[in-house]
């Protein structure tokens, strides 16, 4: 069990950096940065927010691929009694740490407190760039499968593309994973039309940021990689002036 040295009670906050612009960050966040002593995170997360940390504070920063890492560093220095924050991008509950620093906290019994402070997700910040093609029922898909089974995330795919939901599609590609995106492109196409339109970001808010629109048939002509996220729209989506967007039902409802 972990237990905080000489009865000081350390915290943690694991915390949601948002899509990376710092101006869209969230203000508990960001004063939960310059108040910890003790900043965890992956370093390219850690390089965003850098003006945001106390310089007093020791900042522990991993590669990818070392999130138990982290997670297990972060609850052991709370147990001593620290205030430590764990950064994650984007919202820390989607698709991110919050879960691993409970399921942790669970099998190590951990008494400190943990408080989860949201962040803007990656499907919020593309949306937003794009316009607005979440306005109805949605659906979230990673396409990775280093934790879970392809055959899974397949059936979720046939699942929810003939019922007509937006499909917003995380991870959808790396240099070695190259075949599950042509593959959720076929499930697609089985159930909607070729110009179904479709969004594809990579970076928003950031420097590098690109915004793309496309079309299902087309998709895969353009650039997509480990950080691009793709969002593919309904039956009802439309493209108008460059902008994304997929009707609420405010005109069959009211009329406009």
């Known amino acids: 069990m972990t237990t905080a040295q000489d009865g000081i009670n350390g915290s ?3 915390v949601g950096l ?3 612009a710092v101006d869209l960050m969230a203000p508990r966040a960001r004063a939960a940065l310059e108040t910890a002593e003790v900043v965890v995170g ?4 850690l390089d965003l927010v850098r003006d945001c940390l106390n310089p007093a504070s020791v900042v522990l920063s991993s590669s990818m691929m070392q999130e138990i890492d982290r997670c297990r560093a ?5 147990g001593q009694g620290r205030r430590v924050a764990l ?3 984007g919202d820390p509950g989607i698709y991110a740490m919050a879960g691993l620093v409970f399921e942790l906290a669970r099998t ?3 008494a400190v407190p943990i408080d989860v402070i949201p962040g803007i997700a990656a499907l919020n910040s593309c949306a937003a760039v794009l316009g607005a093609p979440l306005m109805h029922d949605f659906a979230a898909i990673s396409l990775s499968d280093l934790m879970t089974p392809w055959d899974l995330i397949e059936r979720r795919l046939e699942a929810v593309a003939p019922v007509d939901f937006v499909v917003v599609i995380y991870n959808p590609k790396s240099k070695k994973r190259t075949d599950q995106i042509v593959r959720a492109r076929e499930i697609m196409l089985a159930h909607r039309s070729p110009d179904t339109p479709v969004g594809i970001v990579s970076g928003a808010t950031r420097a590098h940021e690109t915004v793309r629109l496309t079309t299902l048939a087309r ?3 353009e650039d997509i990689g480990m950080q691009t996220t793709v969002i593919v729209g309904n039956s009802q989506t439309f493209v ?10 405010y005109d069959r409802k009211y009329g406009l």
């Open 87 to 89: 950064v994650c991008g």
């Open 108 to 110: 190590t019994d951990a």
């Open 18 to 20: 948002g899509p990376g």
């Open 240 to 249: 108008w002036r460059g902008k994304m967007v997929t009707p609420r039902g």
């Open 74 to 78: 972060a609850l052991e220095m709370a």
């Open 42 to 45: 992956y370093r390219t997360y």
């Open 12 to 14: 943690l906050a694991v």
């Open 219 to 221: 998709m895969l002509d």
